[in-house]
């Protein structure tokens, strides 16, 4: 079989942020508080916290378990409507408020070295390039690919907030090979998370190389490869034969 696509997970192996996580997530609260006292609400930074961490981790609990992806709107009308705002359900409300807790995120994010000449190349080879990301908002979805200009290498994109699946879940993953025209014996995955990337992938009939950001205790599925950067998978790629295939 020859390989005809390579599809790559987001945040973790493309890109990552450099702030402590509970910091950041403090600066998105911040943020969301002081936008919705721009807007008239009365309320307070700690109501938002407690309100926002409460249906995220309620959420983020379903989610895991289920596989099922609730778009960002419906999470923040409830985190609203928590909050006791009469118009929990205005989409010009729930869209900023959902823009300015994902901007100082956005904003903390960096793109990984040598990431974008990585995907020219492979583009060059004749490869068609897909994207499998888990996120429930589309909006912070599109700004990270807009801050990198990153969303002209791709051939296919898949966001779990649209399919309304997240990974590990197979569909996820066949579906950007059908976006792709290709099959998974065709398809390589390059990901950062063991479960949701690994595992997932290779339920999807599709080959896989681990970029190893960080230790990992649990490996429920081995990688056909490991590497430690975006540049070493693409040098496999180039160099190394897959078993019963060729690049071109």
């Given at each position: 079989?020859?390989?005809?696509?390579?599809?790559?997970?987001?945040?973790?192996?493309?890109?990552?942020?450099?702030?402590?996580?509970?910091?950041?997530?403090?600066?998105?609260?911040?943020?969301?508080?002081?936008?919705?006292?721009?807007?008239?609400?009365?309320?307070?930074?700690?109501?938002?916290?407690?309100?926002?961490?409460?249906?995220?981790?309620?959420?983020?609990?379903?989610?895991?378990?289920?596989?099922?992806?609730?778009?960002?709107?419906?999470?923040?009308?409830?985190?609203?409507?928590?909050?006791?705002?009469?118009?929990?359900?205005?989409?010009?409300?729930?869209?900023?408020?959902?823009?300015?807790?994902?901007?100082?995120?956005?904003?903390?994010?960096?793109?990984?070295?040598?990431?974008?000449?990585?995907?020219?190349?492979?583009?060059?080879?004749?490869?068609?390039?897909?994207?499998?990301?888990?996120?429930?908002?589309?909006?912070?979805h599109l700004r990270l690919l807009g801050k990198f200009d990153l969303e002209k290498f791709?051939?296919?994109?898949?966001?779990?907030?649209?399919?309304?699946?997240?990974?590990?879940?197979?569909?996820?993953?066949?579906?950007?090979?059908?976006?792709?025209?290709?099959?998974?014996?065709?398809?390589?995955?390059?990901?950062?998370?063991?479960?949701?990337?690994?595992?997932?992938?290779?339920?999807?009939?599709?080959?896989?190389?681990?970029?190893?950001?960080?230790?990992?205790?649990?490996?429920?599925?081995?990688?056909?490869?490991?590497?430690?950067?975006?540049?070493?998978?693409?040098?496999?790629?180039?160099?190394?034969?897959?078993?019963?295939?060729?690049?071109?």
């Amino acid at each position: 079989m020859t390989l005809r696509a390579v599809v790559f997970d987001l945040g973790g192996t493309l890109v990552h942020h450099s702030t402590d996580f509970d910091k950041l997530i403090k600066s998105a609260h911040q943020s969301m508080r002081d936008y919705l006292v721009r807007e008239g609400m009365a309320v307070e930074l700690d109501d938002v916290a407690k309100v926002s961490n409460e249906v995220y981790s309620t959420y983020s609990s379903f989610a895991e378990k289920s596989f099922i992806e609730l778009d960002a709107r419906i999470l923040y009308s409830a985190i609203l409507y928590k909050l006791n705002i009469a118009d929990y359900s205005d989409q010009g409300l729930i869209t900023g408020t959902i823009n300015s807790f994902y901007g100082p995120i956005v904003d903390d994010y960096h793109i990984f070295n040598d990431v974008k000449d990585v995907l020219g190349e492979l583009a060059d080879d004749g490869l068609r390039l897909g994207l499998v990301t888990n996120n429930h908002s589309t909006d912070f979805h599109l700004r990270l690919l807009g801050k990198f200009d990153l969303e002209k290498f791709f051939d296919a994109i898949v966001v779990s907030s649209e399919l309304g699946v997240r990974k590990p879940h197979k569909r996820a993953f066949l579906h950007c090979l059908r976006e792709l025209g290709v099959k998974g014996v065709n398809a390589l995955f390059v990901g950062d998370d063991p479960l949701q990337d690994i595992q997932g992938a290779k339920n999807a009939g599709m080959r896989c190389i681990w970029v190893k950001r960080k230790e990992h205790e649990d490996m429920p599925t081995e990688p056909d490869r490991t590497v430690q950067s975006i540049r070493q998978a693409e040098e496999i790629i180039a160099h190394l034969e897959w078993p019963s295939t060729g690049r071109r």
